[in-house]
């Protein structure tokens, strides 16, 4: 039990590294897009939140989870978690700027602090297996 407790917390911050490198690839990403070309919000964070995916598939499956399954199977499983964040990810900055009136900064706050927790557990369950 001492062994597993360990490996999951190993897997837990090495999925927090990935995470804060992905998370700055998103924030790079969603501000150059809506300061520099003035993108609209939700458009622009959908966008980052894309560019994020493809170093947290690759840095995700061979560091945080060492998987040995086939891509085959786990590409879909973690694209399929993924996209669903990312309509999470959509609806809360869509919700947050467009219905509360938040400014946009504010979204994306809410959305660093709950996807990552969600998305962890449900690629460990599930998309790593």
Known sequence: MYLETVKRLGEFIRFGLVGSLATLIHVLFFMALTKVLQVH???ATTIAFAGAVGVSYTLNRRWTFRATGSHAQQLPRFLAIALSCAGLNAAIM?????VLGWSPNHSLLIIILTLPVLSFSLQRQWGFR
């Not at 869509?94 to 467009?98: N, P, Y």
């Open 94 to 98: 869509h919700v947050g700027v467009e």
């Open 41 to 43: 919000p939700t458009i």
